[in-house]
């Protein structure tokens, strides 16, 4: 019966299903060899690798329990079919390698399976062949755990500022109970920004991984000569621990030193401990503190400098 390609989980079971019994999956020697498939495929893992391969690289590639397959390596040995000695990268572990008795058995195995899928296909003219080659290039792409992308730090774009406000209020209000008007300072931060915005001395940075934002940072020109301001550094709870903060931090200070600032000063909280541990480790130094409830809880905000 053909699944209902309404119902991914029933079509994908299905095919499994399918697709186990045609290969002989199931069969106590697989393509008649007397291996079960776990062993024919860690044989051809150790077969593949110029060198041999770790017991840990060959689970990582097979997805097999370290148990499981020290038994598997356990029986190459006493059967002739591996050979090991001291990892030349490692010497805490071994490589794992095929003798000439697991070399033949390997090539054997091959061919086998060559000619099973060659059996499997026979009925098939070109232009279906072409149709299974793709459908079958699908199915991994699709379910290959795609790698994770890269945090790109970009400048801003129409509808980052909306965010920056939103994020602030969100954040902010739900982690320390601040009020709404950490909405409306922001909001006239990023007005400002955008209203007097010098592309050579002022810049803001949005955090993003594959269009998601994660973060903000802004450097703006501040009130003294030779004077900038960091401002509205803030990382969404996705965002932290990957060493983002430290990363923007960086690259403000880089480019206010570019620019030609001789110092940066900002704003902070004594709340936001993650914050100022990157402030400090940048090498700014705590300069002024004073108690308010400017935006609802009473709190200590910070003035923070650092020399360039």
């Not at 070399?103 to 060659?118: H, I, P, R, T, Y």
């Not at 509808?159 to 602030?168: E, F, N, P, S």
Request: hydrophobic share 45%.
């Amino acid at each position: 019966m053909t699944p209902n390609p309404a119902d991914p989980i029933a079509a994908i079971r299905g095919f499994n299903r399918f697709y186990t019994r045609r290969i002989g999956v199931l069969e106590e020697a697989y393509l008649g060899a007397p291996l079960s498939v776990a062993e024919g495929r860690v044989l051809y893992e150790i077969g593949q690798a110029a060198g041999g391969l770790t017991p840990k690289a060959i689970s990582g590639i097979t997805g097999l329990d370290a148990g499981y397959l020290s038994r598997i390596l356990k029986r190459f040995e006493r059967e002739a079919l591996t050979a090991r000695a001291p990892s030349p990268e490692d010497g805490r572990s071994i490589t794992v390698t095929l003798t000439p008795k697991g070399a033949k058995a390997a090539a054997e195995l091959n061919a086998a399976s060559d000619q099973a899928v060659a059996r499997m296909i026979a009925g098939l003219d070109g232009p279906q062949r072409q149709r299974l080659t793709r459908a079958v290039t699908d199915i991994q792409d699709l379910l290959e755990a795609p790698a994770a992308p890269q945090v790109i730090l970009r400048p801003h774009r129409p509808g980052d500022m909306g965010w920056i406000i939103a994020q602030h209020g969100e954040v902010y209000t739900r982690e320390f109970g601040w009020d709404s008007r950490i909405e409306s300072l922001t909001a006239r931060v990023c007005a400002d920004f955008l209203d007097h915005f010098d592309p050579a001395l002022e810049r803001c940075w949005i955090a993003e991984r594959g269009g998601e934002r994660l973060g903000s940072i802004f450097l703006v020109k501040g009130e003294a000569p030779g004077q900038a301001k960091l401002r509205l550094l803030m990382l969404t709870p996705a965002a932290r621990g990957l060493g983002l903060g430290k990363r923007m931090v960086a690259e403000c200070l880089a480019f206010a030193r570019a620019a030609g600032y001789r110092e940066v000063v900002l704003w902070t909280h004594a709340v936001l401990v993650a914050a100022r541990g990157i402030y400090a480790a940048a090498g700014f130094e705590l300069i002024e503190s004073w108690a308010h409830a400017d935006l609802g809880p009473e709190q200590v905000s910070e003035t923070w400098r650092l020399t360039l």
